[in-house]
T-cell receptor
Framework: AQTVTQSQPEMSVQEAETVTLSCTYD???????LFWYKQPPSRQMILVIR??????QNATENRFSVNFQKAAKSFSLKISDSQLGDTAMYFC??????????FGAGTILRVKS | EAQVTQNPRYLITVTGKKLTVTCSQN?????MSWYRQDPGLGLRQIYY???????DKGDVPEGYKVSRKEKRNFPLILESPSPNQTSLYFC???????????FGDGTRLSIL
C-alpha cells in the first residue's frame, strides 16, 4: 500500500521569504501522480500543484514549485515570496491512476508579517 | 460554475440517529469519492464510485454506506452514527483519469 509522510507538523516563515515543505512517499509503482493541496481556515481543499511521475521536469505554478526526486521518492513544495494568504494546512497526496488520493498528515504553515 | 456541493455544512447529532450527507456535482463526472479528515491522519478514503451503480470500499468504510443511483449524486449514509465518526467529511469528483479531483467545501459532523 502507498504511504505519504510529511515530517513537519508545523512551520512558520516571514512574509516575502521562501519556505520548503517536505513530503516523502512509498510506492512500487512507476506511473502515478503527486499533488499538493492547500487547506486554509475556510477548510476548502485547493489544488496547488500537480506532478506526473513520468515527467522529469518539476512542475511550477507562479510562486509555487516542486522538487520531484523520483528515485528518492521525495516531493517537496517551495513557496517563494510568501504571503499572508499562504497561511494554511498543506497536504501532500499520491494517486496511482487519479482515483484514490493517499494523503499525508499535513503541515501547518504560518506566514508572519 | 463547476462545483461539488455538500450538505449540510455542519451537523451536531446524537449516537444512533441515522443521517445522510448529500453530495452533488454538476460536471458530469463519472468518479466520485468520500473522504474523512482527522487530526494527524490527513484525509482517508471511505468509499468511491466509478460510475452509476458501481461503488466500492475505500480504506475506512466501517459504519458508512453509499449509493450512486444518478451520476451527479453520491450520498454518504451513517445508519447508526457513533462518536468515533465525528470528523470533517469531504466529497470529491473527477472527470477523465488524468484530471485532478474537485472537492466540496466539507461537512463537519459532531456525534454526541
Amino acid at each position: 500500500a502507498q504511504t505519504v509522510t510529511q515530517s513537519q507538523p508545523e512551520m512558520s516563515v516571514q512574509e516575502a521569504e521562501t519556505v520548503t515543505l517536505s513530503c516523502t512517499y512509498d510506492t512500487s509503482e512507476s506511473n502515478y501522480y503527486l499533488f499538493w493541496y492547500k487547506q486554509p481556515p475556510s477548510r476548502q481543499m485547493i489544488l496547488v500543484i500537480r506532478q506526473e511521475a513520468y515527467k522529469q521536469q518539476n512542475a511550477t505554478e507562479n510562486r509555487f514549485s516542486v522538487n520531484f526526486q523520483k528515485a528518492a521518492k521525495s516531493f517537496s513544495l517551495k513557496i517563494s515570496d510568501s504571503q499572508l494568504g499562504d497561511t494554511a494546512m498543506y497536504f501532500c497526496a499520491f494517486s496511482r491512476y487519479g482515483n484514490k488520493l493517499v494523503f499525508g498528515a499535513g503541515t501547518i504553515l504560518r506566514v508572519k508579517s | 460554475e463547476a462545483q461539488v456541493t455538500q450538505n449540510p455544512r455542519y451537523l451536531i447529532t446524537v449516537t444512533g440517529k441515522k443521517l445522510t450527507v448529500t453530495c452533488s456535482q454538476n460536471m458530469n463526472h463519472e468518479y466520485m469519492s468520500w473522504y474523512r479528515q482527522d487530526p494527524g491522519l490527513g484525509l482517508r478514503q471511505i468509499y468511491y464510485s466509478m460510475n452509476v451503480e458501481v461503488t466500492d470500499k475505500g480504506d475506512v468504510p466501517e459504519g458508512y454506506k453509499v449509493s450512486r443511483k444518478e451520476k451527479r449524486n453520491f450520498p454518504l449514509i451513517l445508519e447508526s452514527p457513533s462518536p468515533n465518526q465525528t470528523s470533517l467529511y469531504f466529497c470529491a469528483s473527477r472527470g477523465v483519469s488524468n484530471q485532478p479531483q474537485h472537492f466540496g467545501d466539507g461537512t463537519r459532523l459532531s456525534i454526541l
